[in-house]
C-alpha cells in the first residue's frame, strides 16, 4: 500500500513539474508581445490548461497506453509499481530543476529518458528500441523543425494579406526614463515612474496633430492600424491572439495529462478520471508558482514579436499539438513552441542565438539526465521497497 501511495505522490509530483515547465508557453506570446502582463497571462494559461486536462479523459486514450512503458519494456515490468516509481522520479526530478533554471525543457523528453533508463535497468536487452524511435524520437525531433518551417512562410503570407487588406502598422517613438526629449516641449520622465504621456510638439500645415508618446518599454509597441470586414484591426488581432493563447494551454493540457496518468494505470483503485482530475490540479499549481523564470526565457529571450508575429506562433503551436493529439503522436507542446517563436525570430531577425543555443543544449542534455536518474532510482527502490 505504501508503494502506491508513493507512486500517487511521485505522479502529482510530474505533473507539478510539468506545470512549472510548460504551463506558460501557451501564453508565452501575449507576454512577449507586451498584449498583457504576467498575472494575467499565467491566469489564462491556468484555467486554459485545466480545461484541456479535463478534456484529455475522453480524447488521448492512445497516450495513456505510450507512457505507461508498454511496448517499450515487458508487461510485467510495465505493470510493476518499482518501474513507475523510477520514471516518475527520474522524469520528475529532471523537469523540476529546468524549472528552477528558467529552461523550457520537454516532459515528453524526460518521460521518455527516464522510460529508457528505468528500462534499460529493469528489462536489459529485452527493451524495445525500435518502439521508442517509431514512437517517441521521430515526433520529438520533427515537430520543432515542423513548426519552424510552418510559421516562416505563414507570417509572410499573413503580413502580405493585412498589406492587401488594408492594414498597416502605427509606431511610436520611446524616450527612456530620465532623458529627456529633444522636441518644442521638453519634459523629464522620472525614473521611478511607468506611464504614457503624449507631449503635442507641432500643430497646423506643417505638423498637424503631431505628437511624441513616452513611457515605459511596454506602453511603446507597433500597433495595427486599418479594419477588417468593419472590425479594427488591432482589436481583431487582439481577440484571435487571445484564442489562439487559449487553444495553445488547452492543447497542452489535453496533450500532456494523459502521458503523466499513464504512470498511475497500475494503481487499480484509482478511477482514470479521479486520476486526470489530480494530475491536472497539480500541473494548474505547478504553473501559478514555479513558472515565472521559464516565461521570461519563452516570451523575452528567444526573439521579439508584434501582435501580429506573436499571433502566428501560437496558431501553427496550436493546430501543431492538437493535430498531435488526436493521432496520438507524443509531440512536445514545448518544441513546437519554441521552434515557432524561433521561426519568428528569424525573419524579423531577433531570434537570439545564444539563448536559442542554450535550449537546444537543455533539450539534449533532458533525456540522458532522465535516463540516468531514473536509472539510479530504480536501483534504490529495487533494495528498499
Known sequence: MAVFVLLLLLTLFVAYANGANDNFKGVATLFGANATDYKTAITIATFATFAGCVASIFVADALVKAFSGKGLVPDVIAASPVFLLAVATGAGLTVMLAAILGFPISTTHGLTGALVGAGFVAAGDKLNLGVLGSAFFL????????????????????????????????????????EFAPVAQTMAIPSDQCYATDIPIGAGPILPNISVSTGCAPACVDKYYGAVFGITAQKLIDTVHYLSAVAVSFARGLNDTPKIV????????????????????????????????????????????????????????????????????PVSTTHVSVGAITGIGIVNGSANKSVVGGILMSWLLTLPMAAALSAMAYLIYVVTL
Open 262 to 329: 499513464g504512470l498511475m494505470l497500475v494503481v487499480k483503485a484509482l478511477d482514470l478520471r479521479v486520476s486526470m482530475l489530480a494530475v491536472a490540479a497539480a500541473m494548474a499549481l505547478g504553473g501559478w508558482i514555479n513558472a515565472r523564470k521559464v516565461a521570461e526565457t519563452m516570451s523575452k529571450k528567444i526573439s521579439t514579436m508584434n501582435d501580429g508575429q506573436a499571433l502566428t506562433a501560437n496558431l501553427v503551436t496550436a493546430f501543431l499539438v492538437i493535430f498531435a493529439s488526436r493521432l496520438g503522436m
Open 139 to 178: 515526433p520529438l525531433l520533427m515537430s520543432p523543425a515542423i513548426s519552424i518551417l510552418l510559421t516562416m512562410p505563414l507570417y509572410r503570407i499573413a503580413h502580405g494579406l493585412t498589406g492587401r487588406l488594408g492594414v498597416t502598422k502605427e509606431s511610436c517613438v520611446c524616450i527612456a526614463p530620465g
